[in-house]
Structure formats: C-alpha cells, structure tokens
C-alpha cells in the first residue's frame, strides 16, 4: 500500500538582493541559466524547470544575455520553462493593494511574449499573508495559491490544503509549504545521509496532507539545477519502496486538491503566526527611512500622477504607458520581502534607495510636464500670460489650504478667478532669485532683472477630479491677508489644541466633546534586536519624554496655525549604556502641529536627530477609548485585529520561533473608538502601530527603530538561530536627521460613517499646483489642443466606495476606474458621476481583461464588503 504520492518540483528561489548585490545574484542567473537551458532543450526526460514565479529574473538576464531570448521563449512556450505570474516575488503586509495589483498585471504581461503564465499565487517566502490575497488573485482569474509562512491551526486547521477567503467571498484553495520551499535542496546521494534528512520531514508532511500528495521543492536561493536528480529518484523509489516518487508540476498538486475541494476547512483573514515559521511581525519599523520612501513613491504613482495624466489624456494629451510602467518596475524591484523588509547589507540598502529616488524622480517630473501640456494649452484669455492652476485628485470636491509658491518678474500681483473675482492671499515669505534659475536664456541676452518668488497661502474650492486656474497679474496690487493675531492654542470649528509643558498635547473635540490628553509623548526603550524583528534588551530601560521642559512658539496664518514644539531628550547611546542606566547622548527633537481653518485633521510634522544606537522610538496618542480591537486598513478594504495577543501568555511554553506580539501594519490609517466615536491616526509611510496602556486606549505609532546587524541569535521575542547572516549593518542605526509626518482625526459614529478611509486617502493625495510663467527654461511647441481654464473629469459623494485607481487602460483607448468597498461587513452602493460623454461603461477584472455585460453609465452597482471593483470606460 502506498503511502504516500511525493512530489519533487525543480526549482529556484531567487533573491535578486539580500546580503548580497543585485549583479552578484546576475552573475550566478547567467551561469545558471545556461545549465537549466542546456537541460531542458537536450533532455527529454528532464520535464520542466519552475523559475520562481517572477518575470524580472528574466529581465534581469536578458539585459546581458539578449541572445537567448528565442531560447527562453521556445521553451515557454513548450512547457517547460514555467514562469511568471509575479514580476518580483512581493511582501503582502508592508506595500500597498495597488503595488501588489501591478506587480501581477505586468508580470503577466511580461510572461505573454513567451508564453502562459504559471496560474498560482506563489509567494514561497513573503513573510506574511495579507486577508486580500485571494480578491486579489481572482482578479486575475488566479483560483490556487501556495505559500510557506505565517499559519498555525490557530486558523482553523493544522492541514497543509484549505480555501481561503477574502471578505468579500473571493477563494482560492490553498497549498501550503509547512516546512518551506526548500527541503528538497541540494538532496544527496549517500543514503544514509539522505534518509537522515526525509526521516524527520516526511511524517511531517504525510501527516498534513489531506490528499497524501507530499511535495518535496528541489531547490533553494540561488540554487543550480541538480543535476543528478534522476539518481537520487531511484535511490528514494528504493529507500522508500511504500511511497511514489515523481517529478511533477505544482499544478498537478492541485489537481488532485481539487477533487477534495468540498472536504476543506474554510479559512479566512491574514495569516501572520510566527508559530512555525518566522513571520518578522516587526519588520515594518526596520529601515524607516526606506518604508516612507516606498509609501511616498506609491501615493505619488496613484493618487497624483496616474488621475493627472488620465485627466490629460481626455484632453486630447498623449499617456505615458512606458515612463510610468518604468516607475513601477523600479519600485517593485524593491517590493520583494527581503528588499522592502529591509533586511539586507547596507550596500544594497543604499541600491533600494536609489531605485526610488529614481523613481521619485521620473514620477515629479512627468507630473511637472504633464501639468505644463494642460495649462500651457489653455485657451487664449487676453494679455493673461502667467496663471496659478490648482488640481484635485480626489473623486469629490475639496475646500482645502493651499500653501504653493509664485515666481514673477513684479513686486506686486493680484490673483482672480475665472469670474474676475479678486482672490486674496497671504505671503508667507517672499525672496528674489536669479533670472538664470527660471531661463538661462534669459541671462544669455544680458536681462539680469530678478524675479521673485512668492510662498503664499490662500484657501480653495476645487472641483473633483480636476482642476481650477487663477490668473495671475503683475504689477496689480492684490487682497493680501494680513497674519492675525492669535492666542497660544490652535483652534479652529473643530478642536482646541493647547500644549503642555513638556511639549504634548490636550485636544478638545469640540464635535464629540471628547478630550485627549497627553498626545505626543515620546517612548524610547532598547532595541537588542536586528534587521528582522524588534526585541528589547533582557534589561530593559524604558525612558520617556513626558518629565521633560519644551519650548513653544506659535505663528498663526490666515487659514492655518501651526505650534513649534522644541525639546531636547537625553538617551542612553548604547545598550551598555541602558543597562547602567547611563544618559550619554542627546536626541534633538522639532515637532510642528499645524491646523488648518476648515480641517477635521490636526496635521504633525515631527523631526529629530538619532545619535544614539540599538534603540526604539515610538510617539504615544492616548484615547478615551478602552478597546479589545483595533481596525486599520489593508489592501482594498479594512481589518479588525485584537489589541492584545493570548498567545503571549505560553508562546516559549508552545515553542514558537517568534513572539506573537500585537504589533500591527496598517496601509493609511488606524482607529480606535466605541462605536459612537473614535480617533483614527493618518500616517505617511510610518505603517507600524501597537495599542497599548491598561485598558489598550494609547496608540503607540513606531517611528523608527535602529539596529546594527543584519540577522542576530537568541533574542528575547525570537529564541535560536539568527534569521539571515550575522553581518554587520551600521546604516540601519539610522543615525542623523529624519522626519516623520502623520495626522490625528477625530470622528462620530464608525470608522465607516465618518468616511475615515476617504479622508485618510485625501490627507495623502495634497493639491497640487502649477505656476505658468511666460518664461521656460526647456521649450516645448504648443499642440492643437485647447484645454479650459476649469474642468472636472468626474465626481462622486465622499460616502460609500473609496478611489483606489484612475489610469489608462494597458491595451484600449480608455480608462479604468477603480474604487472598493472599506467596511468588512457591510455592503455598499455607489454611483460615479462622469462629465463628459462615454461611449462604454464596463466592469472588467484587475488585469483588464474579460468585461461583463455592459453597464448603465456611472452605476457602480453593489459592493460586498471589502470588494473592488474596475471599471473600463470608453468615450
């Protein structure tokens, strides 16, 4: 009787970076692409080769070994070199819903030159599981997905096969790796030496599996083809005559999954235990600095520079398929879970980096240039020649504070809207420049008349999904706001912020009548742990800032004031230090709280300088609201997570490999509340949160953590091994100067009523602003287009589905509009208003692909809770 059916899949595991560079890895793909090429095309009987699911191993190789493309592709298209669907094999917990998304669409699109993708969600090392995963996959007709980490029959089985779902009922059926992806590595010839091994693992798997299909992956990280593969099979047929051996695809595992389909337990949520496998739940504090660069460049992508050059392109303005799909492949370069977990070398910490200043650098300037073709080509408007053309990129209209800069050739100038009416302003700080700084033209024929350049403010109305322009005239004298007089607190229609001695915060909610006190206290304990995980020192020291003395200056401005808040906080610099509770070093600290006149969000610009090592920083927020849950977002839509962990309680007495801490990722935005009310905390790319205090009411946002080696043994919150190598990584003490921005929002009712995910999305999508000048230091002709001082692409209220995309479509003259539902039990309605006319409105998949019948325009129909939905528009 046979046991057991085992399955050994050849295969690689390939970390384009780690402790090593990315070119030290493309030196190993082009020796080892040449073995499994060779393989393939010359024996029959060696089936197939599975390339790790992502398509950028294949960019990578082509870019120094053009010449067999042609072999790849034949062997794509046979079969037997499988790959895709993934471009970069992603993280799932730390980058957006959006990344994920596009990471697919154009790994896909890539494996369509050679031939079909591999059709599973395979992510054999991503660190956790986001509860989104499987709507994600079946927008992209994905219905298998098999992973490694993160699952524990604290799920709801201790079987290696279940279904998975996502809120909104989309499944997949799962094949987890319980033992990774990598136990058949390297396999050896010696028999005794082979049986050591597959002794301790194959009672494991046999006593998982549902099916009795047992996989075996034969490979690891940068592994080469084993090249004896066929005698080790013979071996195991002998050694184990009770079990089948056999090479086989990971989908004919599935195939025989599927027949038990029925009998699977159902799962559903984000799976995130470190129980049997390390999860690295903290790993989103590691290398700050190179998470909010991620989170800025993704916002910037999204929910500024796609929409703009949507609005563009109705306007008759060609869309840049190939800069922005360049854009994303640089950051998705680094979405892999060792590249933005961060848990690599510091030199290729410093090439993740520049792959999003680089990134950064070509999103800012086809925003620049995209803007410059719309208002360039504005319809004439008399003498006008210099205009202020303010855009919204959000669905609904906004009255927002617009702080943006003005250069003109003139000590004076007035602006008026499209009616003629004067608009007052304020100058926050005006300077001359160099005519050369503008147009070095200018300079060539010998005009040296300065400009100015003007910082104002003034406050707007903008139109959804659009734009305004004011005309801007020289020489004019203009409404200038003068700055009032004011007291020392910030208020406005909806809080009373005073600050305390020490430098934090009383805010009175004048809406909900609640008072938070205490905000923006600094905590700093010990961090004894490394690239992977925070882990305090055995003798910890927990220091705060709340004994000490700030200064506090005000400047208050027509629609906004802001409070300076100086301090200065003495820290142990080392964890010698802590530990004979020795102040050695000081960490300066400038927090700025700004509220504008009409807002509901008290805006924090928090920077400081860390000169201290192997510690911890986290800003506390107290809430009257004690809580034994706390729901933040994910990918298209929110989660619910407990605030504490009972596994905590026995975790070393269950032998966990890591601590089940509650330390949470959020995407924008964190709530606490009772149901009648809340505070929820926006964040820019700080997207690690714990709640903590007696009765679990304190936000304690982490801002950073510095630690100075790559992987360590033994800590307190992750006994054994060192995960990764114990190398030395002196950049990840993040000494020096760094920023932090978020922003606190008080609301009524649920997170849901208040429309929390809608207005989180607008704190990270700002208006943006053109300055048009008759000066321009590059030239560009002007088209035949003529576009409107004013325009609105679309609108919708604020309530009901949140924007997640506005692009246009990869393949079609159209674009696709994607919103989603927020709230995980509720279903939704919604409707999306366009103004201009359309020819076809349908709903498609994520890829674009496969539209349903054709819908009434505008109708965005019926959301399940947390479902998205896109949209294909043709006008």
């Known amino acids: 009787m046979t046991v057991s059916r085992v399955h050994l899949t050849p295969h690689m595991h390939w970390d384009r970076e780690w402790y090593f560079t990315t070119e030290a890895s493309r030196i190993l793909l082009v020796n080892n692409m040449a073995e499994i090429l060779d393989r393939l095309e010359n024996d029959a009987d060696y089936p197939f080769y599975v390339m790790d699911g992502q398509t950028a191993i294949l960019e990578d190789y082509f870019a120094v070994c053009p010449e067999n493309r042609p072999r790849v592709k034949a062997l794509a298209r046979a079969g037997k070199l499988i790959i895709g669907p993934w471009y970069t094999q992603t993280d799932t917990m730390v980058v957006s819903g959006e990344s994920i998304l596009r990471n697919l669409l154009y790994g896909m699109r890539d494996c369509r030159e050679f031939g079909e993708p591999m059709k599973i969600g395979y992510l054999p090392d991503s660190f956790s599981m986001s509860s989104q995963l499987p709507h994600i996959f079946n927008g992209f007709g994905l219905q298998h997905a098999m992973f490694w980490r993160g699952c524990s029959e604290r799920h709801g089985t201790d079987k290696t096969e279940f279904r998975w779902q996502s809120n909104d009922g989309s499944e997949v059926t799962v094949q987890v ?353 490394d690239e992977y995980d925070y882990s305090p020192a055995r003798d910890e020291w927990v220091l705060t800032s709340g004994s000490l003395t700030a200064e506090v200056s005000y400047q208050h401005q027509p629609w906004q004031s802001t409070a300076t808040i100086s301090l200065t906080m003495p820290l142990p610099g080392t964890l010698a230090d802590r530990a004979t509770r020795t102040l050695s070093r000081e960490m300066p600290v400038t927090i700025n709280v700004t509220l504008a006149k009409n807002s509901r969000r008290i805006e924090i610009e928090l920077a400081l300088e860390n000169r201290a090592e192997d510690h911890r920083l986290r800003v506390l927020i107290p809430t009257p609201f004690a809580s034994q849950t706390v729901v933040a977002d994910n990918q298209f839509g929110c989660i619910t997570r407990p605030v504490n962990d009972a596994a905590m309680d026995n975790w070393e007495a269950e032998n966990w490999k890591e601590a089940p801490v509650p330390v949470w990722q959020l995407m924008n935005f964190a709530a606490l509340q009772d149901g009648n009310h809340g505070l929820a905390l926006f964040t820019e790319g700080l997207r690690e949160f714990e709640v903590v205090g007696e009765s679990y009411n304190i936000f304690a946002l982490t801002l950073f953590r510095a630690v100075g080696v790559l992987g360590k043994e033994n800590l307190l919150l992750r006994p054994g091994r060192p995960s990764g190598i114990k190398m030395p990584t002196p950049d990840s003490q993040m000494a020096g100067k760094q920023v932090y921005r978020f922003a606190l929002f008080g609301f009524s009712g649920d997170p849901i009523q208040a429309n ?116 294909r528009i043709h006008f």
């Open 177 to 529: 790796l319980p033992l990774g992806y990598a136990i058949g590595k390297y396999l050896p010839e010696n028999e005794e030496a082979l049986r050591e091994r597959l002794d301790k693992y194959l009672p494991v798997l046999e006593a998982a599996s549902l099916t009795g299909d047992i996989l075996l992956p034969n490979g690891h990280d940068q592994m080469p083809l084993q090249q004896n593969i066929f005698t080790i099979m013979e071996m195991l047929r002998r050694v184990y005559p009770q079990r089948s051996f056999q090479l086989s695809r990971f989908e004919e595992i599935f195939e025989r999954i599927d027949v038990i389909k029925p009998q699977l337990a159902l799962l559903r949520g984000e799976f995130n235990d470190g129980k049997y496998m390390r999860v690295h739940r903290t790993i989103s504090s590691t290398r700050m600095d190179i998470k909010q660069a991620n989170a800025a460049i993704e916002n910037k992508i999204v929910n500024v520079l796609e929409p703009l050059c949507s609005i563009a392109w109705r306007l008759g303005f060609d869309y840049h398929h190939g800069l922005i799909e360049k854009m994303w492949k640089e950051i998705m370069k680094n979405h892999a879970h060792d590249s933005i977990g961060c848990c690599c070398s510091d030199k290729v910490h410093q090439e993740i980096m520049s792959r999003f200043i680089l990134a950064d650098d070509m999103a800012e300037n086809l925003i620049q240039f995209t803007m410059r073709k719309i208002i360039d080509n504005l319809q004439p408007d008399g003498h006008i020649a210099d205009r202020l053309t303010l855009f919204n990129f959000s669905l609904h209209p906004r009255q927002e504070t617009v702080n943006t800069t003005v250069r003109i050739r003139a000590s004076s100038f007035s602006l008026t809207d499209g009616q003629g009416s004067t608009v007052p302003y304020f100058i926050r700080e005006a300077r001359e420049i160099d005519p050369g700084l503008v147009d070095r033209q200018i300079v060539h024929y010998g005009n040296y008349e300065p400009f100015m350049e003007y910082d104002i403010q003034l406050c707007a109305t903008l139109p959804a999904m659009g734009y305004v322009t004011l005309n801007v005239t020289p020489h004019q004298p203009g409404i200038l706001q003068p700055a009032p007089q004011g007291e020392e607190v910030l208020e406005n229609d909806y809080y009373r912020v005073t600050v305390n001695p020490n430098g934090t915060l009383d805010i009175l909610d004048k809406q909900t009548s609640h008072r938070y006190q205490q905000v923006l206290e600094l905590e700093n304990g010990s961090d004894d742990g």
């Open 756 to 871: 929390v995910m809608q207005h989180a999305r607008g704190y990270l999508t700002p208006v943006r602003t053109y300055n048009k000048m008759p000066y321009d230091a590059m030239k560009l002709n002007l088209t035949k287009n003529k576009t409107p001082s004013r325009f609105s692409l679309m609108h919708k209220c604020i309530s009901g589905t949140v924007l997640s995309a506005l692009k246009k479509a990869e393949d079609e003259e159209a674009l696709i509009v994607r919103v989603y539902n927020p709230s995980e039990t509720q279903s939704t309605q919604d409707n999306l208003q366009i103004n201009v006319t359309v020819a076809e409105w349908q709903e498609v998949r994520m890829d674009e692909t496969q539209a349903s019948s054709q819908h009434k325009k505008g109708d965005l129909g019926t959301f399940k809770p947390c479902q998205s939905k896109s949209f």
